[in-house]
């Protein structure tokens, strides 16, 4: 098992339940791969250095998590069909 590190920016007009709920839809991608959550840490709502998709500002969530290697693509195909989600990116911690 590899540690990962994923941060996840949201459109920033989300409701909180609707934002919470897509946190925990990750959470349970990794969790279905007997991944564990190591952190979830909420940046909270930030300006983004350049605007995506008409977008100046965004809602960051980063999670620490431990999981095999095949949750990235998961969550890569996850993340990709979600319209809630402007960008996400996971990286493998190699402490």
């Avoid at 991944?35 to 940046?43: A, H």
């Avoid at 300006?47 to 998961?74: D, H, M």
Wanted: with cysteine; charged share 30%; aromatic share 10%.
């Amino acid at each position: 098992m590899n540690k990962y590190e994923g941060v996840f920016i949201f459109y920033p007009n989300l409701e909180e339940e609707v934002r919470n709920a897509e946190i925990e839809k990750l959470k349970n991608v990794i969790a279905s791969f007997n991944g564990t959550i190591d952190n979830v840490d909420l940046w909270g709502q930030r300006r983004l250095a350049y605007e995506i998709k008409k977008s100046k500002e965004g809602y960051y969530a980063l999670i620490n998590f431990t999981a095999e290697p095949e949750v990235v693509k998961e969550i890569s195909r996850v993340c990709g069909i979600n319209e809630k989600m402007l960008r996400h990116m996971v990286i493998r911690n190699e402490k």
